[in-house]
């Protein structure tokens, strides 16, 4: 069975979380939810807005088909190799949208089912009693281990039912189950040196798995007097990460008898876990515990140790006690900076608010050692918005301009409270994009330019020139002549200019006997959206050329010419 469950949360970035249920062992293909649908997403609008699964959230187990956000098994999911015996496992993933950018966290519950029976370590149990023991005694025994948990965990246990014993099932603090064998009546060992019972484990699912094995009690010859230790229970602290050979607590038994009869072995019980006997070790002498192995705080809080004492003496009786091991955190883990989704340029225009990046900050300590203060450093346009539990998002925080910064490195500083204080830093790189904000300047407002008369047409006279700041087609100017009239002719049969260049040709040879000078506008235009301009003025100033005689000036040569002809006459 399916089960969803949403949770909206509108913040920033983070608009909703989505919880989903799944049976382990499910087949590939099985539908888990659609998480586009559920959430009320527009099913066209997925390939647009690029709805995709944050790459770091991925699971082999579960796949989004992402044209129509179908959540479905892609592998078949052993909740008992994925998460061990964890009361709660939970596959966690993260989808997001682009344009405008949105996270949303799908959780997917893996239940568990009953696959699997209890067992014990061994299928013949022995325990070994005096025939001295009084009624009330009890006897630790080997217990059976459940890989499944919650309702299909190990329950109880049973034994087959007898005049000598019965059996006390104990709840340890981590909510394991075993069982002591309480002596009910006194032994005989000439009438009964040995009893045989059937040990029953059964779990709790419907229906219920079981698991047996052949338990086989030995009554021993008298020993006058069994070991005592101190008190029943000991509890102690331990700091997490303590090197291997630390004491971690020294036992004491005692035993009234005297030679073998009163020298004591110390050992752990058969019940208890694989993992304590990897963390520790005890001197089968002196009682002496020892850190043996890693003690991680994060891995678990508390640990029982159950610890026996026999003499070596023949028919030997055993004394229990039980050692809480609490562990102390330490501040041996800095804040974790992961990064989910990241813009990589905003628009220069980009309003107020704007979500670059979302990213997540954990830190694996307790209390104050996982209390995280997380900031951005630096004097930049960005600052945190807290979206969801550990989620946060990078917003803009003021107005961006890519002509004075066309990009920015923002640094993420995540802080623990701990002693001494441990923080993560991480950094990402934000383009900012252009937007036609510019329109071009001329270097002048007024360009004189002369021309000698009598030019060549066709003949370069001079350059405009104007300047974008922006980038692209934003700053990709084209020139041209603003339509006007020349003693009543278009300025364009005077003069003529290069589009890509600026440059200025005469298009006639100018005579300043008939116009002095002329002026125009040219304009500068961008190819950006919605194009920009600006218009600068051109003043052509023709300068003369003597290409003229003085007026009269043929006449006066004519007249002398006659003089001196008439006087030669004479």
Known sequence: ????????????????????????????????????????????????????????SRTPYLEVNLENGVLFVNEKIDREQICKQSASCQLNMEVFLENPLELFRVE????????????????????????????????????????????????????????????????????????????????????????????????????????TALLVVKVLDSNDNVPVFDQPVYTVSLSENAPVGMLVIQLNATDMDEGLNGEIVYSFSNHISNRVKDLFSIDPRTGRIEVRGEVDFEESSLYQIFVQAKDLGPNAVAAHCKVLVKVTDLNDNAPEITFSTVTESVSEKAAPGTVIALLSVTDRDAEENGQIHVEIIGDVPFKLKTSFRNYFT????????????????????????????????????????????????????????????????????????????????????????????????????????????????????????????FTFMVQAKDAGTPELSTNSTVKVIIVDQNDNAPPGAGSLGEERHSQRASAAHR
């Open 1 to 56: 069975m399916i089960v969803l469950l949403v949770v909206l949360c509108i913040t920033d970035g983070v608009l909703a979380q989505i919880r989903y249920s799944v049976p382990e062992e499910a087949d590939h293909g099985i539908l888990v939810g659609n998480i586009a649908e559920d959430l009320g997403l527009d099913l066209t609008k997925l390939a647009s807005r690029r709805f995709q699964v944050v790459p770091s």
């Open 108 to 211: 997917i519950e893996v239940v568990d089912i009953n696959d699997n029976p209890p067992s014990f370590p061994e299928t013949d149990i022995t325990v070994e009693i005096s025939e001295s023991a009084v009624p009330g005694t009890r006897f630790p025994l080997e217990s059976a281990f459940d890989p499944d948990v919650g309702s299909n965990a190990l329950r109880t246990y049973d034994i087959t039912t007898n005049n000598y014993f019965y059996l006390d099932v104990q709840t340890q603090t981590d909510g394991n189950k075993f069982a002591e064998l309480v002596l009910e009546k006194p032994l005989d060992r000439e009438q009964q040196a040995a009893h045989r019972y059937v040990l029953t484990a059964v779990d709790g699912g419907q229906p219920p798995r079981t698991g």
């Open 394 to 517: 990078i917003v803009t925080d003021g107005p961006l301009n890519r002509e004075q910064a066309d990009s920015y490195s923002i640094t993420v500083v995540a802080r623990d409270k701990g002693t001494p204080s441990l923080a993560t830093s991480k950094s990402i790189r934000v383009q900012v994009s252009d937007e036609n904000d510019n329109a071009p300047t001329f270097t002048q407002p007024i360009y004189d330019v002369y021309v000698t008369e009598n030019n060549v047409p066709g003949a370069y006279i001079h350059a405009v020139t104007a300047l974008d700041p922006d980038i692209g087609l934003n700053a990709l100017i084209s020139y041209s002549i603003l339509e006007c009239d020349i003693q009543g002719m278009s300025v364009k049969t005077y003069v003529s200019i290069n589009e890509e260049t600026g440059y200025l040709y005469a298009l006639r040879s100018f005579d300043y006997e008939q116009l002095k000078d």
